[in-house]
């Protein structure tokens, strides 16, 4: 056999020379094992971390999205549909949170209208991990924290922090360069993982793919009305804190937009780019009957100037080096000693997401959609996101599912 | 399409699989510590996706 | 937190400077640095973040991999000394011709796997024999193998800074094509001919005597399916990408290397070929993967932070003014790293100004590649010197180096500051 090349410049000779190196390669190679052993054990627990949810009053029947697409059934991104349906009939609103589950608040605020939610009229329909598959990984060199916990008044919740594209575990490989469907635009390889970038998917696609393909389904056969997709968004990026909207909900996101800033905080409005390919805002009001607007709050842990990336920085949303590019004039939004807390960035969802049915319901009152129950930006902020998560230990029975 | 997918994910894993071989083999071969530690560090991401951790 | 950063930084530089003083390897002093600063920064060894580092650049490996297997088993096949003869006996009278086909063949294989080692190694060692032959003195040559190498990692299709420094900030990596195409075929001919444009040639049968025999049974077909076969796959995934199923970049090379295989005149031995490539590309493996720990641990320590916000406030005359010296100095220190590192951040001052991110992410892939040859790293100068049989001082191929190095940074810079005027480069 064939020494490779360069591997004998240094050979020990002998037979002490040899136990040596055997040694050596004992000792290495144990260490390799522990490395591997340890950080293995560390992503597979990471990857089943459950996460519990308490289904609220108004949850009134549970699906999978399965049901709607047999393509996802059984797959890691056979994600769970939380109905809350009114006694009063009107319309039908779909809330997305988990399309980027790196950008938490999405979730979180999903997770408020599941657990305290009420439809007096109208139904919502509520999903928690849009893209499950990339809930259960964290961004290779972010340096995510693999979870985070909210503090409540009983005790603490724990949630996966995820990522933006679906798990290479779940998908693999990528192409050498994406073209999306149907619109055959070019766009990053990784991207073919991004939910966001995969609508309205195709039957025979990729998992990502198909699983934009079930919710169009999901749109399509119950009717859907209106999509709300809540995301985060790093504050040098120049889409923050602001509502996307499909030419189709024009007036209803400008609407939204002029009450929010009116009445509880500053929230923009812009179109959705007829040429972007592949987003929800563009292709699911391009494809269906509903009316797609994406919320965008401001996140600077995911910013590429943040300092230490910790599950404190996390939560409490201040940076002073994001503050610095701030003061540079690098960033599409504020940023002060007082940070971009969790809370506030929840709280701006859950009020985004009541003004945008209020509005809804004005605009379209034969197809009402009222919503109680549900905590606005002040309330979230002044007791915190924790306060409207329900303890799983205390729920009626039958009452508690896992994502 | 989806099956046929699957049988080019199960390829990766082969040629994952070949290249930690590979890596392996020339590491019990090798006799300069600095290129046994290196192959020890660039095998473990190979050996993380084979085992499907990561 | 400044402080507190800075304080981190400047462990995880006395680190490597003292890993580096003990002549520990540069792939092992940044991984070293990096152990430093995640001790510093008070996060442990975590194994977690150790390993997700580690992960980053897993299908970059696998493409490198799978794309210098298939271009050692071409060059023990003897296709590659097969159209290095045909080019110099069929074009051995018209030196222009045959300096831009030697050109071509250079830029190939780096343009492909994205490392001008690759090329160093695949056609460097030939394409300097014919050079030499035609009276290109050792240390023209080398300089010449050198910075073309150089300009064919930063080649399309696979150009490892754009790509890294375009995943940092979230940016697909297309439009990049023939903004890199451009400078850097233009400008690998104009190294050529500056340096390798004059004088005077043996005779074809001397040049073709110093050539390593190409099997009497090998034939252009047998050359060209191989690359046909990649080619083909690339098509099929671009023309039919719905009705096709995902393949990859390094099923594709892996496919090719097949056709090798299958084609050769001669009997590979697969599995030593093999095992020479992993055991070739060590060094290289390597380095993606400690420069993916040490930027995991760059980011989880607030290091990465540090670095670029000091860069994206920075005066913009200033930063434009000191690329040419930063980007390789940086190369030289973290390699790839660099882009990671510098280039996220100096992409996203660019973006904040108005600048087109993907001319100027171009611009500066084509200005990275010189630091290769600069310590404390220098790992493909030192293989070029080695390769050619350049026997000289270290400082004489630096100098012969210098006067296309210094256009290559010009036009690197220029790109960057004309960014905007040049953006119809990217088809977008």
Redesign the interface.
């Known amino acids: 056999m064939d020494l490779p090349s360069g591997s004998d410049g240094a050979m020990t000779r002998g037979g002490g020379g040899d136990r040596v190196a055997a040694l050596r390669k004992t000792v290495l190679a144990t260490l390799g094992a522990v490395l591997l052993a340890t950080s293995g054990w560390s992503f597979y627990q990471s990857r089943r971390l459950p996460e519990p949810v308490v289904l609220g009053p108004g949850v009134t029947r549970v699906r999978t999205l399965g049901e709607y697409f047999a393509g996802v059934r059984g797959t890691v991104n056979d994600c769970r549909l939380y109905f809350l349906e009114g006694e009063e009939p009107g319309g039908t609103v779909l809330v997305l949170g988990g399309t980027h589950p790196e950008e938490p608040a999405g979730r979180l605020a999903a997770w408020l209208l599941v657990e305290n939610g009420r439809m007096a009229a109208g139904r919502l329909i509520v999903v928690l991990s849009a893209n499950r598959s990339a809930t259960t990984v964290t961004r290779l060199g972010g340096a995510y924290p693999p979870d985070f916990s909210i503090p409540t008044p009983w005790g603490e919740r724990t949630f996966r922090m995820g990522d933006r594209w679906s798990n290479p575990l779940d998908q693999w490989p990528d192409p050498e360069v994406y073209i999306h469907y149907p619109s055959r635009q070019n766009l990053a390889y990784v991207d073919i993982r991004n939910l966001n970038r995969t609508w309205p998917g195709r039957p025979n696609g990729t998992l990502t793919e198909r699983t934009t393909y079930a919710f169009m389904e999901l749109i399509r056969k119950e009717g859907v009305d209106l999509v709300l997709d809540l995301h985060e968004a790093e504050l040098q990026y120049p889409v923050i804190s602001t509502i996307v909207a499909h030419e189709k909900g024009r007036e209803l996101a400008a609407f939204v937009s002029m009450l929010l800033t009116d009445t509880e905080f500053k929230m923009g409005m812009e179109y959705s780019p007829k040429t972007l390919h592949g987003l929800s805002h563009r292709e699911i009001g391009d494809h269906s009957q509903a009316i797609p607007l994406l919320f965008e709050a401001p996140e600077p842990f995911l910013d590429a100037t943040r300092g230490r990336t910790t599950r404190e920085a996390l939560l409490t949303g201040k940076d002073e080096f994001v503050k610095r590019a701030g003061q540079a004039g690098l960033l599409f939004e504020t940023m002060d000693d007082n940070g971009w807390p969790i809370d506030v960035r929840v709280g701006r969802h859950t009020s985004a997401v009541l003004v945008t049915l209020e509005v809804w319901t004005d605009f379209y009152p034969d197809r009402p959609l009222r919503l109680e129950g549900v905590p606005r930006y002040a309330d979230v902020v002044a007791l915190g996101t924790g306060h409207w998560l329900q303890n799983p230990a205390s729920a009626p029975p039958g009452r508690v599912v896992v994502e | 399409m989806v099956l046929f997918q699957g049988v080019i994910t199960f390829l990766y894993y082969l040629l994952v699989a070949c290249a930690a071989g590979l890596m392996l083999w020339n590491l019990l071969r090798s006799r300069r510590w600095e290129e046994e530690v290196l192959y020890l560090l660039v095998v473990l991401p190979f050996l993380l996706r084979l085992f499907r951790l990561k | 937190?400044?402080a507190?950063?800075g304080l981190v930084l400047g462990v995880m530089v006395a680190v490597y400077a003292v890993a580096k003083a003990f002549r520990?390897?540069t792939?092992?002093a940044m991984?070293a640095a990096a152990l430093g600063g995640s001790l510093a920064?008070g996060f442990g060894l975590s194994?977690?973040?150790?390993?997700?580092?580690?992960?980053?650049y897993?299908?970059i490996?696998?493409i490198f991999?799978?794309a210098t297997f298939f271009m050692n088993l071409l060059k023990e096949s003897g296709g590659v000394a097969f159209a290095v003869r045909k080019i110099l006996e069929r074009f051995h009278g018209n030196r222009f011709l045959l300096l831009v086909l030697l050109t071509g063949l250079l830029l190939l294989p780096g343009a492909l796997t994205g490392a001008g080692s690759v090329t160093v190694l695949i056609t460097g060692g030939m394409v300097a024999v014919v050079l030499q032959a035609m009276g290109v003195s050792p240390l023209r040559t080398a300089a010449t193998v050198f910075l073309v190498a150089g300009l064919s990692a930063a080649a399309p299709?696979v150009s490892l800074w754009a790509m890294m420094t375009?995943?940092?900030?979230?940016?697909?990596?297309?439009g990049f094509f023939w903004p890199l195409l451009l400078p850097c075929l233009l400008l690998s001919l104009l190294t050529v001919f500056l340096l390798a444009g004059k004088g005077e040639g043996a005779s074809l049968e001397e040049a073709l005597g110093r050539l390593p025999e190409a099997p009497t049974r090998m034939n252009g077909w047998r050359l060209l399916v191989p690359f046909g076969v990649f080619g083909l796959l690339?098509f099929i995934?671009?023309r039919w990408?719905?009705e096709t199923?995902?393949?990859?970049?390094?099923?594709?090379f892996?496919a090719a290397a097949g056709a090798v295989v299958l084609l050769s005149p001669v009997r590979l031995e697969v599995l030593?070929i093999?095992?020479?490539t992993?055991?070739?590309l060590?060094?290289l493996?390597?380095t993606l993967?400690?420069v993916?720990?040490l930027?995991?641990?760059m980011?989880?320590?607030?290091v990465?932070?540090?670095l670029?916000?000091t860069v994206?406030?920075l005066p913009v005359a200033l930063v434009f003014a000191s690329l040419f010296l930063v980007l390789p100095l940086s190369e030289a220190v973290l390699m790839w790293g660099a882009a990671?590192v510098l280039g996220?951040?100096l992409v996203?001052?660019f973006n904040?100004i108005g600048l087109d991110p993907i001319v100027a992410l171009a611009g500066m892939s084509v200005i990275w590649p010189l630091g290769d040859a600069l310590p404390p790293t220098a790992i493909i100068g030192r293989l070029t010197v080695q390769v050619v049989g350049y026997r000289d001082g270290y400082g004489r191929f630096l100098k012969a180096c210098a006067l296309p190095a210094v256009i290559i940074m010009a036009v690197g810079s220029a790109m960057v500051i004309f960014a905007s005027q040049l953006s119809f480069l990217t088809g977008i």
């Open positions: 937190m400044f507190a950063a520990l390897t792939e092992l991984f920064g194994p977690r973040h150790l390993a997700e580092g580690a992960m980053t897993l299908d490996n696998l991999l799978t299709p375009a995943a940092g900030v979230n940016m697909p990596y297309v690339v995934g671009r990408p719905h199923p995902v393949l990859g970049l390094p099923l594709m892996a030593r093999a095992r020479e992993v055991q070739q060590l060094p493996l390597g993967t400690c993916g720990v930027v995991q641990i980011t989880l320590t607030g990465r932070g540090l670029a916000v994206v406030t990671p996220v951040p996203l001052l904040t």
